[in-house]
Every structure is written in structure tokens, then in C-alpha cells.
T-cell receptor, first 118, second 115 residues
Framework: AQKVTQAQTEISVVEKEDVTLDCVYETRDTTYYLFWYKQPPSGELVFLIRRNSFDEQNEISGRYSWNFQKSTSSFNFTITASQVVDSAVYFCALSEENYGGATNKLIFGTGTLLAVQP | SAVISQKPSRDICQRGTSLTIQCQVDSQVTMMFWYRQQPGQSLTLIATANQGSEATYESGFVIDKFPISRPNLTFSTLTVSNMSPEDSSIYLC????????????FGPGTRLTVL
């Protein structure tokens, strides 16, 4: 069965610190997709990144970077030089392949609440 | 990508009543979904809204409680029926534009409080 684990329930850092959010997943599929979403206090879920199972290249986007390691079934997210505006709940998610090859169902982790203090 | 709007953004309802939430996407999309997020919890898929046919419900969710409509490729509604305080949650609509992309984009959510 597919499962996503975000062991860190809450993290508190001081502005400008680097912070890594952990995500470990379980799946028996050979083709799957991993996602990170941000949910600020307003409640909207903001898409950050999508990674497929065949692409293990790390990705950097500004202060955000992602480390995908299939060997450890992890897809960790690092924020460099954190800012107060980064305060939010961050969800890692896995999509399972279904319905004739069309991935659709998202399985979410329990989320990590990141609080960045000024 | 897709830009999704939901109405209402929040509501406070009385026990035993029903509320219909609307979801509008700015472009035609292949798939739309409804999720529930209970206070302090993660997101749980309620159902996939299928255009032109009945929605596909996840285990634990039934059509009588959460009827869903999807009359076209840009619009869907979710009704929360015969509400109880346990239905107090954020309800989020999402869409997968299709065309080979597997990313789901989410609406801003509807915060429902049932008294």
C-alpha cells in the first residue's frame, strides 16, 4: 500500500536559518510521482514541485531545493535562509498510478508545520 | 496550470442543514477532485468528480452524504448533507488539467463550521 510519512510534526527556526523537511514514502509501483505543497494560514494549497520516479536529479528553485533518493525512498525539501513568509504547513504527497495508467489519486503525508521566527 | 475558485470561502451552518460548495476552474480539465481536511489533519480524498457520470467515492464516503455534480469540464459542486459538528472541516476542490501533466492544483478551500 502507498504511504507517505512526515515524521516532523512541527519545526521552529529563526529567520535566515536553513531548514530541511523530511518525507519518506512507500509504494510498490515502479512509476509514481512525488509532490510538495505549501499551505499558508490562509488555507490554500500551493503547488511547489512534482518529481517522477525516473528522475532522481535534485532540483533547486531560488531558496528551495529538493533531494530525491530512491534508495532510501525519501524526497526531502530544504529551505535556505528561511523567511517569516515561509511559515506554513508543508505537505508531501505521492500519486499512485491508476485508471489505465493515468495517475490521479494523491496520498498526503500528515504535514509539517514550519514556524519561522523573526 | 489551473486557477481554481471556490464559493463560499467559509460558512457557519446549523446541524441538520446542507451546504453546497461550488468549484470553478479557469480552463477545461480532465479530472476534478474533492478533499476534506479536518482540523489539524492532512487531506483525505472524498471523491473524483466525473464529467457526465456519477462521482467515484473513496472508502468511508457515500453519495447520500456528499452528493457531487460535474455538469461540464470546468465546474463541480459538492454538497455536505444533513450536517453534524463532525463535518466541520476545510473542503478543497482540485483539478488535474490533463495533457500529460499529473499535477493537481487546488482551490482556496471552503472553511465549514457546523454548530
Amino acid at each position: 500500500a502507498q504511504k507517505v510519512t512526515q515524521a516532523q510534526t512541527e519545526i521552529s527556526v529563526v529567520e535566515k536559518e536553513d531548514v530541511t523537511l523530511d518525507c519518506v514514502y512507500e509504494t510498490r509501483d515502479t512509476t509514481y510521482y512525488l509532490f510538495w505543497y505549501k499551505q499558508p494560514p490562509s488555507g490554500e494549497l500551493v503547488f511547489l514541485i512534482r518529481r517522477n520516479s525516473f528522475d532522481e536529479q535534485n532540483e533547486i528553485s531560488g531558496r528551495y531545493s529538493w533531494n530525491f533518493q530512491k534508495s532510501t525512498s525519501s524526497f526531502n525539501f530544504t529551505i535556505t535562509a528561511s523567511q517569516v513568509v515561509d511559515s506554513a504547513v508543508y505537505f508531501c504527497a505521492l500519486s499512485e498510478e491508476n485508471y489505465g495508467g493515468a495517475t490521479n489519486k494523491l496520498i498526503f503525508g500528515t504535514g509539517t508545520l514550519l514556524a519561522v521566527q523573526p | 496550470s489551473a486557477v481554481i475558485s471556490q464559493k463560499p470561502s467559509r460558512d457557519i451552518c446549523q446541524r441538520g442543514t446542507s451546504l453546497t460548495i461550488q468549484c470553478q476552474v479557469d480552463s477545461q480539465v480532465t479530472m476534478m477532485f474533492w478533499y476534506r481536511q479536518q482540523p489539524g489533519q492532512s487531506l483525505t480524498l472524498i471523491a473524483t468528480a466525473n464529467q457526465g457520470s456519477e462521482a467515484t467515492y473513496e472508502s468511508g464516503f457515500v453519495i447520500d452524504k456528499f452528493p457531487i455534480s460535474r455538469p461540464n469540464l470546468t465546474f463541480s459542486t459538492l454538497t455536505v448533507s444533513n450536517m453534524s459538528p463532525e463535518d466541520s472541516s476545510i473542503y478543497l476542490c482540485s483539478a488535474r488539467p490533463g495533457g500529460g501533466t499529473d499535477t493537481q492544483y487546488f482551490g482556496p478551500g471552503t472553511r465549514l463550521t457546523v454548530l
